[in-house]
C-alpha cells in the first residue's frame, strides 16, 4: 500500500515537471504527448491532474506562440503552431468524449478546462477584432456532450449552472442556442425512429429502439436540470457579466487598475465592460428573451414524463411565463395539460388564467372542464389549497351565468357528503360566496321541497352529478338540502361553517377562501392536541327573582351577600346547602318587605283620597 501510494505521488510529481518544463521552454513542447497519455490513466486523480495541467500549457503556449495555424514568415513557427493546434483539438476531443461518458471527478475537471478554453477564445477573438466574439462552436459541443443521455450528469450540471451558466450571460444565451438545436436533432431522430417503428420490419429485421426508457429518462433529466436553473432578469441594466470581457493580460497592475474604475459604478454596464462589448448582443433582454422562448419550446415540444410536467407546471406562470417572448403560444401546451386530468389539470389552471386574464385568451368550454375536475379525489392531492383559491377566483364574475354558479354550489355540497372534515369548511364557504355573488342561487338554500311538496333525497334529488353539460344537470331545480346534513356533523368547525349558510339573507361579507386553512386529519388531531383549558370558567348561579331586579340599591346588595358582616369566619365553614337556604330566607323576608311597603303605599293613597272628598263636600 505504501508503495503504491508512492509511485503515485511520484507520478503527480512527474506532471507537474512536465508542465513546468513545457511552459519555461519550447524545446520540451513533445511532451504535450505524454500528458495527453495521462489523461486516459485509470487513476481518476491521475487523469484530472494532467487534464488540469494541459489546460493550463495550452493556455500559456497560445498566449506566447499564437498555436492556432496562422501562417506566418517563420516556417518552424507555422510547424510548431500546427502541431501544437493539433494536440489542443486531440485533447479537446478526449475531454469532450469524457464529458459525454462518465460521471467522475475528471468529468467535472474536463468540463472546468472546456470552459476554460471557451472562455480564452472569447476573450482573445473578441480583444483582437474589438467587438463581441463568442466560441459558440466549443461551448455548443460542450453542451452537446454535457446532456448526452448516455449518463445522468446531476452532478456535472449543477457544477455548470453554479460556476457559468447563471454568473455570465454570453454562457447563458449561448446555453439556450445549444440547448434548442441539441433537442431538435434528437426530436428529429425520435421521428424518424416513430416513422420507422410503425413499418414493424425494415429488411427483415426488426427494429431497435435506440432511445429505450433509460437514455429518454437520462435525456430529460439532463435537459430539464439545466434549464429549470435558468433565471432570466426583467431589468436589463442588470446584464452586465461577459466571460469573453475576462482578461488574461500578464500584466496584473493593469487588471487592477481597470476593476479599480469599475468600481466607481458597481453594475453599470458601460463602465464595467471594454467600450467593444457594449453592444453585445448576450447584454440585450429581447434578444435573451428570444433565445430562452426557443430553447423552451423545443424542450416542451418533446413527449415528457408526468413527474417532470409535473415540476414544470408548479413554477410555470412565475418561471417561464413572464419571460416568454408570446405568452400566448404556450396556449396548446397548457391546453394538453388540462385536459389531461388529475394533478396536471390543477397544475395547469394558474397559468391558463394568466393566459386569459392578460392576454384575453378564450378556452372553449373552459368551465365545464373545471366543473369536471371537482371529484372526490381533489380534496387529497398535494395542490388542493391552490386549486381551491383559483376556483374561487374563476367563480367571482358576476357575469356567470346563474346556472353555471348554481351547478359549481350544487356539485361543491354534493361532495361534501364524503369529503373530509377539513374540506367540508372550505365546501361551506366557497358556497356561501357564490350566493353572495348570485343572488338568484338563493333560492337553493331556501327551496325546502320540491314543486310537488316532496321532500329532496339522494333518490328524488333532479340534480343530475354524472352530467358534464351545466345547463342540463338540473341544478337551479334542486336544493342544497345536503348543507343541513352538514349541519350534524361530528366536528363542531364543520356545523360552524353550514351555519353561515343559515345566516339571514347572508349578510355577512364573502368569505376569504385562501385564508382558509386545507389541512388534513393529522393536522386537525395536531390542532385539537394543542387546544389547551381557560384557567377561568364560567359556573352557574341561582337566577334572582326579576321583580327583585326592578329595585337597586342596599336591597339588590344585600340579596347577593350571602353572609352577613357579623357572621366572621363561621360563615367560611358552613356548606353550600346552608347558604342556599340562608340566600332563599332573605329572599322571602325582601319580597315580604317589599309587600308591606306596597300595601302601606295604597293606605295612603286611600286616605288622601278621603281627605280629598271631604274638603269638596264642605265647600
Request: charged share 30%.
Amino acid at each position: 500500500m505504501a508503495l503504491r501510494l508512492q509511485q503515485h505521488n511520484s507520478v503527480l510529481e512527474e506532471i507537474e515537471r512536465l508542465e513546468f518544463g513545457i511552459l519555461t521552454s519550447v524545446k520540451n513542447v513533445n511532451r504535450i504527448s505524454d500528458l495527453i497519455e495521462f489523461v486516459s490513466s485509470e487513476n481518476v486523480r491521475v487523469a484530472a491532474h494532467a487534464a488540469r495541467a494541459l489546460g493550463r500549457i495550452f493556455v500559456g503556449l497560445d498566449q506566447r506562440y499564437k498555436t492556432k495555424p496562422v501562417p506566418t514568415e517563420d516556417e518552424n513557427l507555422n510547424v510548431l503552431n500546427n502541431t501544437v493546434h493539433g494536440w489542443y483539438m486531440g485533447f479537446i476531443s478526449k475531454c469532450l468524449s469524457t464529458l459525454a461518458t462518465t460521471t467522475t471527478s475528471l468529468t467535472t475537471e474536463c468540463l472546468h478546462v472546456l470552459m476554460q478554453f471557451v472562455t480564452y477564445e472569447s476573450a482573445i477573438e473578441s480583444e483582437e477584432q474589438k467587438s463581441f466574439v463568442f466560441a459558440n462552436t466549443l461551448i455548443e459541443k460542450v453542451i452537446h456532450s454535457m446532456l448526452d443521455p448516455s449518463e445522468d450528469k446531476e452532478d456535472v450540471i449543477n457544477v455548470f449552472v453554479r460556476e457559468y451558466f447563471l454568473p455570465f450571460d454570453d454562457v447563458k444565451m449561448f446555453t439556450y442556442m445549444s440547448v434548442s438545436n441539441f433537442l431538435q436533432g434528437h426530436s428529429v431522430k425520435m421521428e424518424e425512429l416513430s416513422r420507422k417503428r410503425a413499418k414493424k420490419v425494415i429488411k427483415g429485421k426488426r427494429l431497435q429502439n435506440a432511445y429505450d426508457d433509460e437514455t429518454y429518462t437520462n435525456l430529460i433529466n439532463n435537459t430539464y436540470m439545466l434549464l429549470h436553473q435558468a433565471e432570466l432578469t426583467e431589468d436589463e441594466n442588470e446584464l452586465n457579466s461577459l466571460c469573453a470581457a475576462k482578461s488574461f493580460n500578464d500584466d496584473e497592475d493593469a487588471d487592477e487598475e481597470a476593476v479599480g474604475k469599475g468600481d466607481d459604478t458597481a453594475g453599470s454596464k458601460q463602465e464595467s465592460l471594454p467600450m467593444y462589448l457594449h453592444d453585445a448582443n448576450a447584454l440585450n433582454l429581447n434578444t435573451q428573451r428570444k433565445y430562452f422562448t426557443r430553447c423552451w419550446e423545443s424542450f416542451l415540444a418533446l413527449p415528457l414524463p408526468p413527474d417532470v410536467l409535473e415540476n414544470i407546471l408548479e413554477t410555470f406562470d412565475e418561471r417561464i411565463m413572464p419571460h416568454h417572448s408570446n405568452p400566448k403560444r404556450l396556449c396548446d401546451f397548457l391546453g394538453d395539460a388540462f385536459e389531461s386530468k388529475g394533478v396536471l389539470s390543477i397544475l395547469a389552471l394558474s397559468a391558463l388564467f394568466s393566459l386569459m386574464f392578460h392576454f384575453s385568451i378564450e378556452y372553449p368550454d373552459f368551465y365545464s372542464k373545471l366543473y369536471m375536475l371537482l371529484q372526490p379525489s381533489v380534496f387529497f392531492v398535494k395542490y388542493r389549497t391552490r386549486f381551491f383559491k383559483l376556483l374561487d377566483m374563476f367563480l367571482m364574475s358576476r357575469m356567470l351565468p346563474s346556472s353555471y354558479a348554481g351547478a359549481f354550489a350544487k356539485r361543491l355540497a354534493r361532495l361534501s357528503l364524503s369529503a373530509p372534515p377539513y374540506a367540508c369548511i372550505v365546501i361551506c364557504h366557497m358556497i356561501y360566496n357564490i350566493l353572495k355573488r348570485h343572488p338568484t342561487c338563493k333560492a337553493l338554500i331556501h327551496r325546502d321541497s320540491q314543486d310537488d311538496g316532496s321532500i329532496p333525497t339522494v333518490e328524488g334529488d333532479p340534480y343530475d352529478f354524472e352530467e358534464t353539460d351545466l345547463d342540463k344537470c338540473n341544478a337551479m331545480a334542486s336544493s342544497l338540502w345536503e348543507v343541513d346534513v352538514l349541519l350534524h356533523h361530528f366536528h363542531p368547525e364543520v356545523v360552524k361553517a353550514a351555519k353561515l349558510l343559515k345566516t339571514p339573507a347572508l349578510r355577512k361579507s364573502e368569505r376569504i377562501v385562501a385564508k382558509t386553512s386545507i389541512g388534513s386529519y393529522r393536522s386537525m388531531f395536531e390542532n385539537n392536541v394543542k387546544w389547551e383549558m381557560p384557567e377561568e370558567v364560567a359556573t352557574t348561579f341561582v337566577p334572582p327573582s326579576m321583580g327583585l331586579m326592578q329595585h337597586s340599591g342596599s336591597s339588590f346588595t344585600n340579596l347577593w351577600s350571602l353572609t352577613g358582616e357579623e357572621d366572621g369566619e363561621e360563615d367560611d365553614e358552613e356548606d353550600d346547602n346552608t347558604k342556599l337556604n340562608k340566600a332563599k330566607s332573605k329572599v322571602k323576608e325582601l319580597r315580604e318587605k317589599e309587600e308591606a311597603l306596597l300595601l302601606e303605599k295604597e293606605q295612603r293613597e286611600n286616605e288622601d283620597d278621603e281627605d280629598e272628598d271631604d274638603d269638596d263636600d264642605d265647600d
